[in-house]
């Protein structure tokens, strides 16, 4: 009973600590998830800001969609479930792992390290590469074998290794430096190459020796062991994050906890208790996590609602824009139709004829079906709406501007044909911008719906005290 009753005064001064500021279709909504809402779309920098009681409506109608989503359980759809939990992970996961975890694992890779080095130890080296391939015919390997005895004994008589290797090696991802190779171990060349190198000490030449690969001399620079852990600790760590070290201990880690329950438990069990714990103890955390969560949702429905809905109601669209014509303008004519230009003079006719009558959206396929439909390409067509400085052909036959216009290579007759404009005929031809006022317009209708179908209360008292307690 008293531990109930603990339970109890804890939950009572939470409350008290992060008050109701509204509910949403009875849903409490959390002083601080509005303020954490409110500061980070008011911050400095934000050109649009609104004081609280102005951001309010912004919210409202927020939270509003997110609820119609929620209705709509789009929260339940595979597609939300996936990218929810990723982004969710992404949080959650790096708790899992300490540096002390990647530390282990940084040594235990400098253990492999030394163990698969042993004590032949590391070289750095430079050779010269004279190719040779091995189904050679004996009068190639002759004259190999006098190209490489002569490199040799120009080496022998003082010439110097890397100018040399710069101009006859036949290894060209080495040749530009000299002939030097990178620092190596054992097994990660040849075994000819390394047999000969490991027998040379610092300092010393081989003389020829034959690999797969051809004829090589060797000039060691330098034996050593492998070096201590502490001098190449950086660069393990280095290495191993970028092999993604860290979500392997995760999954390791995960993997561990299953196997040990003995399968009662699932890998999405355990984070989603880990989840729990986490965004109990940050609310930072918490809210950046439920503002992923709801930014989703939002733009799912707001997409099904309002954004998709509008860019395919060809109807509706064409409705809004009769009825709103007198707001379309433009600042100057426009030329509607297409630029094109042809190889042969009966063509100029027989594009015009193609198109005459059609509506402007199918001209494009229409050209297209008419006279480039096999391997010829007998037309060369730009199609829009075109104002003055757009294309130098209509500026020049619509426009009646004195212009260069540059010829098509291959088509050496230019033409144009559609008509010239001083406002907008029909939606199409501002299409966007009629898009994106119908888009307002249904939003503005979805959000009174939802006003109507969601009862909202907004404590005063609450929101007076944002950002101030």
């Not at 409350?15 to 500061?39: C, H, K, L, W």
């Not at 009681?53 to 939270?63: A, G, I, Q, T, W």
């Amino acid at each position: 009973m008293l531990f109930a009753a603990l339970l109890f005064v804890a939950s009572a001064v939470q409350a008290q600590d992060d008050p109701t500021i509204m509910t949403i279709n009875g849903q409490p909504v959390s002083r601080s998830e509005f303020e954490y809402s409110y500061n980070k779309n008011n911050a400095d920098g934000v050109i649009d800001k609104k004081n609280v009681e102005e951001y309010v409506d912004l919210f409202v109608n927020y939270k509003l969609k997110v609820q119609a989503a929620l209705d709509a359980k789009l929260d339940t759809l595979s597609s939300f479930k996936k990218e929810f939990l990723t982004y969710r992970d992404q949080q959650i996961r790096p708790s899992f792992v300490s540096d002390a975890d990647v530390e282990k694992e940084a040594q235990n890779y400098y253990a492999k390290l030394v163990e698969q080095i042993g004590p032949r130890g590391l070289f750095t080296c430079s050779h010269i590469l004279l190719r040779l391939d091995q189904k050679a015919d004996k009068s190639t390997q002759d004259a190999a074998k006098v190209r490489i005895d002569s490199v040799y004994n120009a080496l022998k008589g003082g010439a110097d290794f890397a100018e040399l290797a710069k101009k006859v090696s036949q290894d060209p991802g080495t040749a530009r430096n000299g002939g030097l190779l990178p620092t190596m171990g054992p097994g990660q060349l040849v075994k000819e190459f390394e047999d000969v190198a490991y027998s040379l000490k610092d300092g010393e030449m081989s003389s020829p020796f034959l690999s797969p690969y051809g004829y090589h001399i060797i000039k060691m620079k330098e034996r050593s062991q492998v070096p201590p852990y502490d001098s190449l600790h950086t660069n393990i760590v280095r290495f191993l994050e970028a092999r993604g070290i860290r979500e392997k201990i995760v999954d390791d880690k995960i993997a561990a906890q299953v196997k040990e329950q003995e399968g009662k438990i699932t890998a999405e069990d355990i984070l989603n208790k880990k989840a729990e714990e986490m965004q109990a103890n940050d609310a930072d955390l918490k809210n950046l996590i439920r503002e992923y969560h709801d930014g989703l949702l939002l733009f799912e429905i707001s997409n099904r609602e309002v954004w998709d809905k509008a860019a395919k109601d060809n109807e509706g669209l064409a409705q809004y824009f009769k009825k709103n014509k007198k707001k379309y303008k433009w600042d100057s004519p426009r030329f509607k139709g297409i630029a094109y230009h042809v190889k042969e003079q009966a063509d100029v006719k027989a594009v015009k004829n193609s198109v005459k009558g059609l509506p402007f959206d199918q001209w494009a396929e229409q050209l297209r079906k008419t006279f480039n439909n096999d391997s010829i390409i007998r037309i060369r067509v730009e199609k829009g709406i075109f104002k003055q400085g757009d294309n130098k052909l209509i500026d020049r036959e619509v426009f009646k501007q004195k212009v260069e216009v540059p010829q098509t290579k291959g088509y050496p007759i230019d033409a144009v044909f559609g008509k010239k404009l001083s406002a907008p005929k029909e939606f199409d031809d501002v299409r966007g911008l009629v898009t994106a006022d119908y888009q307002d317009a249904l939003e503005k209708e979805w959000i009174a719906q939802l006003r109507k179908k969601y009862p909202v209360t907004v404590y005063k008292e609450v929101l007076a005290t944002v950002n101030k307690h």
